[in-house]
C-alpha cells in the first residue's frame, strides 16, 4: 500500500518568505508526526497530532512555525519568516496509535 | 547534554566482520527504544525495537541495560548493504504516543 508522501520534495526559498509543507500520511493512521532533521543530526520532534488535533507541539522551535491538520487526515507545516537557520529536512510520520512510526521521504528546504 | 547519545563514526568494516554500536540516554523515565537505520537522504526505518531482555533478529542483537541506560546494537556477518546510519532512538511512551528522541546516528560503512 501507499507509504507517507510529502510534498514538496525540494523547497528553496528567500529568507522572510512564507512556505507550506505538505503531508499526506498512510490511509488509517490517527497519528501524525513532525520532526527537523539537521545535517549531522538525528531528526528532532516538532509536533504530534492525534487526529485533527495538536496533542503536543512542545518541540515547535518558535511562533513563526505552525501546523494543522484540519481533516485528520493531511497536515501541513507552516514556517513563516523564514531564516536561513531553517533549512533542513522535514520529516513526517504517521502511525496507529501508539504503533511503529513510519516515515515520509522527506521535504529538503533550503533558505537562501 | 544531548538526551541519547552515539559515537558518529564512521565505522569502516571488511564484508563478514562483527561489529557494536552503543547508545547512552539521560532520561531514566524512557519507556521505549528502537534502532532506527537511515541510507543517504533517506528517511529512516525500523530496524528493531529493543527489550530489557535482549533481542535478536537474524544477524541484528540489540541490548537495553535500564540501570546504565545503556543501549546497543551488534550486526554479524556485516554486508555491504549495512552501510547506513544506525540511529538510536528512545520514546518516553507518555500520553498514549511515541514522542521519538533520536540521537545523531553511527554512520556504517561495510567494504569489500
Known amino acids: 500500500g501507499a507509504g507517507v508522501s510529502q510534498t514538496p520534495s525540494n523547497k528553496v526559498t528567500e529568507k522572510g518568505k512564507y512556505v507550506e509543507l505538505r503531508c499526506d500520511p498512510i490511509?488509517?493512521?490517527?497519528?501524525l508526526y513532525w520532526y527537523r532533521q539537521s545535517l549531522g543530526q538525528g531528526p528532532e520532534f516538532l509536533i504530534y497530532?492525534?487526529?485533527?488535533?495538536?496533542?503536543?507541539d512542545s518541540g515547535l522551535p518558535n511562533d513563526r512555525f505552525f501546523a494543522v491538520r484540519p481533516e485528520g487526515s493531511v497536515s501541513t507545516l507552516k514556517i513563516q519568516r523564514t531564516e536561513r537557520g531553517d533549512s533542513a529536512v522535514y520529516l513526517c510520520?504517521?502511525?496507529?496509535?501508539?504503533?511503529?512510526?513510519?516515515f515520509g521521504p522527506g521535504t529538503r528546504l533550503t533558505v537562501l | 547534554r544531548k538526551e541519547v547519545e552515539q559515537d558518529p563514526g564512521p565505522f569502516n568494516v571488511p564484508e563478514g566482520a562483527t561489529v557494536a554500536f552503543n547508545c547512552t540516554y539521560s532520561?531514566?523515565?524512557?519507556?521505549?527504544f528502537f534502532w532506527y537505520r537511515q541510507d543517504c537522504r533517506k528517511e529512516p526505518k525500523l530496524l528493531m525495537s529493543?527489550?530489557?531482555s535482549g533481542n535478536e533478529d537474524g544477524r541484528f542483537t540489540a541490548q537495553l541495560n535500564r540501570a546504565s541506560q545503556y543501549i546497543s546494537l551488534l550486526i554479524r556477518d556485516s554486508k555491504l548493504s549495512d552501510s547506513a546510519t544506525y540511529l538510536c532512538?528512545?520514546?518516553?511512551?507518555?500520553?498514549?504516543?511515541?514522542?521519538?528522541?533520536f540521537g545523531a546516528g553511527t554512520r556504517l560503512a561495510v567494504h569489500p
Open positions: 510520520a504517521s502511525s496507529l496509535d501508539s504503533d511503529t512510526q513510519y
Open positions: 490511509s488509517g493512521h490517527t497519528a
Open positions: 497530532f492525534q487526529g485533527t488535533g495538536a496533542a503536543d
Open positions: 532520561n531514566s523515565a524512557s519507556q521505549s
Open positions: 529493543v527489550y530489557s
Open positions: 532512538v528512545v520514546s518516553p511512551l507518555g500520553g498514549g504516543y511515541n514522542k521519538l528522541i
